[in-house]
């Protein structure tokens, strides 16, 4: 602006309406600063009137190039410190927080665990590095939930690994179980079940995998059927309460005939469990068991058929490694409720636990536990290997299984 001179609002006005009079805009940091420094102080900015500020606003932003949006900022620096202008210093290249061999880590523990949320794969990092003492794990262990998204949908070594990116209830008459939804009051022994059918093909039936949950600490116990039949279903699940550390109380089902019977009921009754089903119009009452079957079992069997045949094979492999695997190495999301503003009661999930950490943090845990059973011995398992390990382990033994269902 070498050749224009501000003594008054007057001269800004005969220029805004001849502006070939302006030859030469400011080009540096340090000049835009120093015009608009001489120009307010020029016509005794603070002294104007809201109409004459916004003319003055107007010619700054033709001569320095700024927003109205920077040059209020700026206005206002100069009216509370002056506007004076400071060499920036310089910067260097953003330090790399999350090395390759981090993000590596990450993957692997991904595809370990199918892909869990974010949430999870946070805590399945830290107890890696902080209960099992895995030094390589101390830097991907700090890693914020938004950041591991952001490396899952950004990352070239993420997104170039292996890592893997769900009829209506007729009403019953039958008066076995009592149709309510369980109050288990924070004490484990409430025991969700439900079915999940390995598809069909060619109008023949595969195989069944019964998905039994703990309602308190989500601890679950999948055992695996050639059919839902009274032959095939009463052992099976006799076999699959005795799994449960803790003693039971409650036995909780859709209306679904597999359950709903007097050789299952029979069954409760010796071991003195009492049996309650779902009530009409109430999808939530058995939701827990429903969203295992998606997030467990559906993410690690898939949904393909397979043949009946197989069901033996599949339930050695869950007892031998999947069933301990959800319950000493998978972590678990565990809601809190609160009363919102309008008063009606919501979920959130801010506690994420291992299954097993669940059910030793409750109050007096002992007492819950069945009489041949130990917190001693159950750790042995739990911290014999890491998360990470023991899915590495499953994982081979998954593949074999599969290996042998394609023959």
């Not at 109050?183 to 019964?210: E, L, T």
């Not at 845990?365 to 023991?390: C, G, H, M, R, W």
């Amino acid at each position: 602006m070498n050749n224009v001179h501000i003594n008054s609002l007057e001269d800004i006005t005969n220029i805004l309406q001849t502006p070939q009079a302006i030859t030469l805009a400011t080009q540096t940091r340090e000049e835009r600063y120093n015009c608009i420094r001489a120009t307010l102080v020029a016509v005794k900015y603070c002294t104007l009137k809201k109409k004459e500020k916004g003319i003055v606003k107007v010619f700054l932003s033709t001569v320095t190039g700024y927003s109205a949006q920077q040059l209020k900022r700026l206005i206002l620096r100069w009216r509370r410190h002056g506007l004076k202008y400071v060499k920036r210093a310089p910067t260097g290249a953003a330090k790399r927080t999350y090395e390759a061999k981090d993000i590596a880590l990450l993957i692997k523990t991904d595809i370990l665990h199918k892909t869990p949320n974010g949430r999870s794969v946070q805590e399945t990092l830290k107890r890696e590095y902080v209960t099992f003492g895995h030094t390589e794990y101390e830097t991907i262990a700090g890693i914020s939930v938004s950041h591991l998204y952001n490396i899952r949908n950004t990352n070239q070594q993420y997104r170039t690994s292996e890592a893997i990116k769900y009829s209506k209830t007729n009403p019953t008459t039958v008066a076995i179980g009592e149709r309510t939804k369980p109050m288990p009051y924070g004490k484990p022994g409430s025991i969700r079940v439900d079915s999940v059918h390995q598809g069909d093909k060619d109008k023949v039936k595969g195989v069944y995998h019964i998905n039994l949950v703990d309602e308190v600490t989500q601890w679950e116990i999948v055992v695996c059927v050639e059919g839902i039949s009274e032959q095939f279903l009463a052992p099976a699940l006799e076999e699959a309460l005795t799994f449960f550390p803790f003693v039971l109380i409650n036995f909780h089902s859709d209306n679904g005939s597999e359950y709903i019977n007097g050789v299952v009921a029979d069954l409760l009754e010796k071991g003195r469990i009492h049996q309650t089903k779902s009530r009409s119009r109430r999808t939530n009452d058995n939701a827990l068991v429903e969203s295992k079957n998606g997030s467990v079992i559906r993410k690690h069997m898939g949904r393909n058929h397979i043949p009946t045949q197989y069901a033996p094979r599949i339930n050695t492999y869950y007892q031998d490694y999947f069933n301990d695997y959800i319950n000493y190495h998978r972590i678990s999301a565990y809601a809190t409720d609160y009363v919102d503003k309008r008063g009606k009661i919501r979920k959130k999930y801010e506690t994420f636990q291992i299954p097993y950490e669940r059910f030793k943090s409750l109050p007096d845990a002992t007492q819950y536990l069945k009489p041949d059973i130990a917190f001693a011995e159950l750790d042995e398992v739990a911290y014999a290997q890491s998360d990470n390990e023991y899915a590495k382990q499953m994982t081979k033994a998954r593949a074999k299984l599969e290996k042998s269902l394609l023959k």
